[in-house]
């Protein structure tokens, strides 16, 4: 049987397979690592690399004198893992870090859906102007939102009390009372955080088809039906992604009772990003890192939880 110059041709692999050599592999492997080396090595140096010795820090009694000479720290096991169950300072940063996830989450979420509702569903004129304006606080700086936040609360001078004052209501020391302190920082959280929620409900709600509202209106269901039984599940990818950007900000909650309370009054807002803060500036380096990395197991089992809860389901 003889072999036709077609026959050749249809045996022979296209130009692009002839291509995928692995020299020719290799070579593009090397271009590409050459083009991702800055940022491997600026990754590596300012960031794996600190946090890896924050983790062997955790297991050692380093303190800041120890600075000039790290390798005589001496290994604590986990001892300061233990030592953490008889902190009582930590325990109140716990539970007001708890407090403020638990109850700031939802509320940011819940007012991030109803201004995305209302922004979609033509309720509002000037929708883009109203979406610049919710979106602004996430922009702006925390600090400089915090501090102007502190003066709307002051109890002599702050606008809140003053308005109170006008209806004859005797506004509380939002900030100096213990009852109000945590609650008057969740809500400011609250309306700086939502715009970035109300943006990702937006292109959500954008995206479910219109066709379902109008077979739901069809078979009888009202606004609140429709949006429980065709807006929540067609929505839930979003608020689980909403969900866990937000728990975990809120779980390194810092800037605001920074800015604002100092952690008080009576440790009344004292979070556990503040309690790190406090202990790596009274040179507890060791202990310090082995509160951040309970801190850290915290956000991993709340993003599971949040998973768990939120997550795709068969129904």
């Given at each position: 049987m003889t072999t036709t110059t077609q026959d050749v041709r249809l045996?022979?692999?296209?130009?692009?397979?002839?291509?995928?050599t692995p020299a020719r592999r290799g070579s593009r492997a090397l271009t590409g690592w050459s083009f991702a080396a800055?940022?491997?090595?600026?990754?590596?140096?300012?960031?794996?690399l600190p946090v890896a010795a924050s983790l062997v820090m955790s297991f050692t009694d380093m303190r800041a004198t120890d600075m000039r000479t790290p390798w005589a720290v001496e290994f604590a096991g986990l001892g300061n893992y233990t030592r953490l169950f008889g902190d009582d300072l930590l325990r109140r940063a716990a539970l007001n870090t708890?407090?403020?996830?638990?109850?700031g989450v939802p509320l940011t979420m819940i007012a991030a859906l109803a201004a995305a509702n209302a922004v979609n569903s033509g309720l509002i004129r000037f929708r883009a102007a109203f979406r610049v304006g919710f979106y602004l606080p996430v922009?702006?700086?925390?600090?400089?939102?915090?501090?102007i936040w502190r003066f709307l609360l002051d109890?002599?001078?702050?606008?809140?009390d003053n308005l109170l004052g006008t209806i004859g209501v005797d506004g509380p020391n939002w900030l100096g009372d213990t009852r109000t302190s945590l609650a008057s920082?969740?809500?400011?959280?609250?309306?700086?955080?939502?715009?970035?929620?109300?943006?990702?409900?937006?292109?959500?709600?954008?995206?479910?088809p219109q066709h379902l509202y109008e077979a739901a209106t069809l078979d009888g269901a009202g606004r609140w039906a429709q949006f429980r039984h065709v807006t929540l599940p067609l929505l839930r990818p979003a608020l689980l992604f909403g969900a866990v950007i937000t728990g975990i900000g809120y779980l390194q909650l810092f800037e605001e009772p920074l800015v604002m309370t100092q952690g008080g009054p009576l440790q009344s807002t004292l979070s556990v990003s503040?309690?790190?803060?406090?202990?790596?500036?009274?040179?507890?380096?060791?202990?310090?890192?082995?509160?951040?990395?309970?801190?850290?197991?915290?956000?991993?089992?709340?993003s599971v939880l949040q998973f768990r809860l939120l997550g795709n389901r068969d129904d």
């Open positions: 045996r022979e692999p296209p130009p692009h397979e002839r291509l995928r800055p940022f491997v090595l600026i990754f590596g140096v300012f960031l794996l708890t407090v403020f996830v638990l109850v922009v702006t700086s925390i600090v400089a939102i915090a501090v109890p002599e001078a702050g606008l809140i920082i969740i809500v400011m959280a609250a309306w700086r955080n939502f715009g970035t929620l109300m943006v990702i409900f937006l292109a959500g709600l954008q995206g479910i503040y309690h790190v803060y406090n202990q790596f500036g009274l040179g507890n380096y060791g202990y310090a890192s082995a509160v951040s990395y309970v801190l850290f197991v915290a956000v991993v089992a709340l």
